[in-house]
């Protein structure tokens, strides 16, 4: 087993950057060629934005800089304000070959209309190796 718990918050963007990735957490293993690795993410997106957002994401897990899974998410309103979201996930992946391997989860923003920052608050990655 190997995890990282960050309960910090980590500044995003001030303005979002549009189509561009952020790496916000990641963990390294040991891994034996054929392992099973059960990979669970949590993290929350908290958006300050003014009246009549709209905000299009992505969390994106890697490893060793190779895309395995991507989760979308959508979200607009009407009330300025900050807006907390949560981004889970758990994957199972194959390791392709025996090495330390390190897993990662970067955010991307796709759309951000009136939205003034982004952070990632309590972003937390674990493995278990089978």
Avoid: C
């Avoid at 959508?74 to 758990?90: P, V």
Wanted: proline share 2%.
């Amino acid at each position: 087993m190997a995890f990282s718990n960050n309960v910090a918050s980590l500044k995003v963007d001030t303005v979002p950057s549009l189509d561009t990735e952020v790496a916000v957490a990641n963990v390294s293993n040991a891994v034996i060629a054929g392992n099973e690795v059960k990979v669970d993410y949590s993290l929350n997106l908290s958006y300050v934005t003014t009246a009549d957002y709209e905000i299009a994401a992505e969390t994106r897990l890697y490893r060793d800089g190779t895309l395995l899974e991507t989760r979308e998410f959508n979200q607009s309103g009407s009330t300025a304000g900050t807006h907390t979201f949560a981004m889970l996930g758990t994957y199972v992946d194959i390791a392709p070959a025996t090495t330390t391997s390190t897993y990662e989860i970067r955010i991307i923003t796709t759309t951000a209309i009136n939205v003034t920052s982004v952070s990632a608050v309590s972003r937390n990655i674990n493995l278990l190796i089978f």
